[in-house]
């Protein structure tokens, strides 16, 4: 089966403390994005990606971190220089030339 | 004026209704236009695409107003699966990156 899977689908962590989401995707798309999702609220763009070992700041990167080394993973590091990062983080991805969406189940982070 | 911007509900009606809501987007130069259902703590997921005045996909079907820059998304004969929150999302002109609605949400009783 094809899609994108996300990993955990809970994480707790203490404040201070660095946390690496996971995003792996086996449709052999060539772009893939970091949303963060609060309550009451719409989707917002941390990171992006279009092409292996290159990615751009969305609208809300600052605390966070990425890589691409591989077409297949996009990893989000939430730092600890993040004041709110407690949410629900989705990631997605798109074919060539494509515009629709498909995004993974999501992580649900807690940060106490 | 926000860049796409949606009425959040929640819009209560009962099974078998007819349901409309509407999204409003600010750059008129965008060209293709997405609805996504979201249900609770759960991942977007894609219901329909407009790329021309409109689509229809059995209950569903969405209309592209250019003139007045919103899309619409009417649901016939509402089911309570239908329950759940509708986003909408816009790329920009020259972006295939999406700007997403807030997300209408959709309730259906019986």
């Known amino acids: 089966d094809g899609g994108i899977t996300q990993s955990p689908k809970y994480l707790f962590r203490k404040e201070g403390q660095n946390v690496t989401l996971s995003c792996e995707q086996n449709?052999?798309?060539?772009?893939m994005y970091w949303y963060r999702q609060d309550p009451g609220q719409g989707l917002r763009l941390i990171y992006y990606?279009?092409?292996?070992?290159?990615?751009q700041k969305g609208d809300i990167a600052e605390g966070y971190s990425v890589s691409r080394e591989k077409k297949e993973s996009f990893p989000l590091t939430v730092t600890s220089a993040q004041k709110n990062p407690t949410a629900f983080y989705l990631c997605?991805?798109?074919?060539?030339?494509?515009?629709?969406?498909?995004f993974g189940p999501g992580t649900r982070l807690t940060v106490t | 004026r926000k860049e796409v911007e949606q009425d959040p509900g929640p819009f209560n009606v009962p099974e078998g209704a007819t349901v409309a809501f509407n999204c409003t987007y600010s750059?008129?130069?965008?060209?293709?236009f997405f609805w996504y259902r979201q249900d609770c703590r759960k991942e977007p997921k894609l219901l329909m695409s407009?790329?021309?005045s409109g689509n229809e996909d059995g209950r569903f079907t969405a209309q592209l107003n250019r003139a007045s820059q919103y899309i619409s998304l009417l649901i016939r004969d509402s089911k309570l699966s239908d329950s759940a929150t509708y986003l909408c999302?816009?790329?920009?002109?020259?972006?295939?990156?999406?700007?997403f609605g807030r997300g209408t949400s959709l309730i259906v009783h019986p």
């Open positions: 997605a991805s798109t074919g060539t030339g494509a515009y629709e969406q498909y």
């Open positions: 449709l052999n798309h060539d772009a």
């Open positions: 990606s279009q092409i292996v070992n290159d990615f």
């Open positions: 750059n008129s130069a965008s060209q293709s």
């Open positions: 407009v790329y021309s």
């Open positions: 999302a816009v790329p920009s002109g020259g972006s295939y990156i999406p700007t």
